[in-house]
């Protein structure tokens, strides 16, 4: 099945976050449509991986709507909690989306692992899984990483999620204390968008 230029997408999120950094991805040629256009919530996430996750949300937002969707599922990785909150990133953050309960949780959870923890560099990584699933078209998915390390406390105002506490490898701040387009040019989120855009 020969795929043609995707040349309107939905963007299977309802993290209003994740829709502004995936809009900014996309080329400004392409209709854009999110599920506030369909009054969608979201579906159950039942995968074991980043993969799977985006899997079954491009898949549910693409079948309620019979578009081609886009849909990413990602989240923080940190070694020293045996790579949690991982898949379960956003749901640390609680029903109501709250990332600075999230990120409380991080450091108690931190504390729990080494009282000592903000003298040291605690290993982390942002990870980034797309999917792009639609009818007659076949489905398209990538993984983008970025290694860094966790802040001993919260920086910066942009970004949202984990963005305030993750400092990205051989830099001095935070993703939070970054402009959108500097953290666009490294982060996650880019990276696996980078294998896909061929598609557009």
Known sequence: ???????????????SGKVREIRDLLPKTVKIYT??????SSPRETGKTFLQNSLIK???F????????????????????NKAPGIFSARWSGKKNNFNLAIKKVFRKLDQADKNWKKKNISARFICAITIYGPKFKIKQS????????????KGKNG???????????????FGQMTNSKKFKIDHR??????IKKFF
């Open 1 to 15: 099945m020969k795929n043609t230029k995707i040349s309107q997408i939905l963007i299977g999120s309802n993290n």
């Open 35 to 40: 599920t506030k256009h369909f009054k969608l």
């Open 58 to 60: 491009a898949r549910y």
């Open 62 to 81: 693409s079948r309620k709507t019979g578009k081609i969707c886009i849909a990413d599922d990602s989240g923080l990785e940190i070694d020293i909690l």
């Open 143 to 154: 993984l983008g990483k970025i290694e860094g390390t966790i802040s001993s406390s919260k």
């Open 160 to 174: 949202f999620g984990y963005d305030p506490i993750f400092i990205p490898k051989g830099k001095k701040i935070t």
């Open 190 to 195: 880019s990276k696996a968008f980078k294998k």
